[in-house]
């Protein structure tokens, strides 16, 4: 029994051998400050997606000629209350918690609804940008035959009263709904809106003026075309990378 014998030496090399704890304390209060972190965010978010329902919307600021938001105490735009800017009139409108809306001159719109789930504008004429930071589906605007709905983005939309004109998607993705014809428009891309007619095909801002005059010409066409047509052929050989957007778009036959 004597290798099992107790040895002062043995102990004290097996304790200094030991791994130190103060590293632990400093490690548990980053745990719990990254904890807090993520509840905090959690809680925030929560908080900008609520919004009581049709409280009315903040005018952060005006320039020109601007009429129908109320200017008692701090400026808002209600429910069912058009907003109009003049020849010189400019509008930033905060929506409720979750975007900014920039209104051009010489535009009209309505504020149909906003509540927690859904905040949705008319557009009757004129331009508006907005930026949203919310899920898909919380933010949507109406023209005279069809509708928009945000999926985290930035837009610019521009209507004449009879709803003629374009929707740019400057990030993020936008669904523009059109009777039951649903289309997905990507960052970077265009869609020509036409009053009485099927809105056009989106296509990437950067396309040439050659691609552009092709794809209005196979627009203009009410049937499937097939891939064999030469007004298709022409599309493809005027077409770069970046168009495959408005090729996947079409409707061609065999």
Do not use: K
Not at 173 to 189: D, I, S
Not at 195 to 204: E, F, K, L, T, V
Request: with cysteine; glycine share 10%.
């Amino acid at each position: 029994l004597a290798p099992l014998a107790w040895s002062p030496a043995t102990t004290s090399t097996a304790r200094a051998t030991r791994a130190p704890r103060s590293w632990r304390r400093p490690v548990r209060l980053a745990l719990a400050a990254c904890l807090a972190g993520v509840v905090a965010v959690g809680v925030w978010w929560q908080y900008r997606l609520r919004w009581p329902d049709g409280a009315g919307w903040a005018v952060v600021a005006t320039t020109g000629d601007v009429q129908g938001a109320d200017q008692t105490g701090n400026a808002t735009w209600s429910v069912g209350q058009e907003l109009v800017t003049g020849a010189d009139g400019r509008a930033r409108i905060r929506v409720a918690r979750i975007g900014v809306l920039d209104v051009a001159p010489g535009s009209r719109l309505r504020l149909e609804e906003t509540h927690s789930g859904r905040h949705r504008i008319a557009l009757q004429q004129g331009e508006v940008r907005a930026r949203v930071w919310a899920p898909p589906y919380r933010f949507g605007m109406t023209l005279s035959q069809s509708e928009l709905w945000d999926l985290g983005c930035e837009f610019t939309l521009r209507a004449d009263a009879q709803g003629n004109g374009e929707l740019i998607v400057h990030s993020g993705w936008v669904q523009f709904n059109e009777g039951a014809t649903e289309t997905l428009v990507p960052q970077g891309a265009r869609v020509r809106l036409a009053n009485g007619a099927p809105s056009g095909i989106p296509h990437d801002l950067g396309a040439s003026a050659e691609f552009i005059a092709a794809l209005r010409d196979v627009e203009a066409q009410a049937t499937t075309m097939p891939v064999s047509d030469a007004r298709i052929l022409r599309l493809i050989r005027a077409s770069r990378a970046q168009d495959a957007i408005s090729l996947v778009s079409l409707e061609i036959g065999r």
